[in-house]
């Protein structure tokens, strides 16, 4: 199969608006500040950001837009776009998303029907 050469842009897929934090070192943000975060990946918003639940939403959008008008797809996203579609299938809480661990350049197959999405990891 190859691919299409259209290129489609979406903002949809983008990672997670930071906010303030956003080109911040670790540092600058401080241990509280990230602790909050990694304690309610879902939830939290960032000063002048984003939830977690919010990236799921509008990654969830696309991707039922998407199924509708396409058999099959091939996106560039982000890990977070990743974790939040992954965890939507899996029905994980908010608490459990930073178990999904993803390799640099990793490969994510999904394979969705609409109303319906499965995740699985390209071996």
Known sequence: ????AEIILDTRLRELHFG???MQA????GAAGLDAWAAD???????GGE??????Q???????????????IVAVTHGGVMRVLQA?????PGAQWLQ?????????????EAGQIHAAPVQ
């Open 51 to 56: 939830t977690g639940y919010e990236v799921q």
């Open 20 to 22: 303030d934090w956003e």
């Open 26 to 29: 670790w540092d600058a943000i």
């Open 1 to 4: 199969m190859a691919l299409s």
């Open 88 to 92: 939507h299938h899996q029905a994980l």
């Open 41 to 47: 990946l879902a939830g939290f918003r960032p000063p």
């Open 58 to 72: 509008r990654a969830l959008g696309w991707l039922r837009e998407a199924s509708v008008r396409h058999d099959q």
């Open 100 to 112: 999904l661990r993803y390799e640099y350049g990793q490969l994510l197959c999904l394979d969705f």
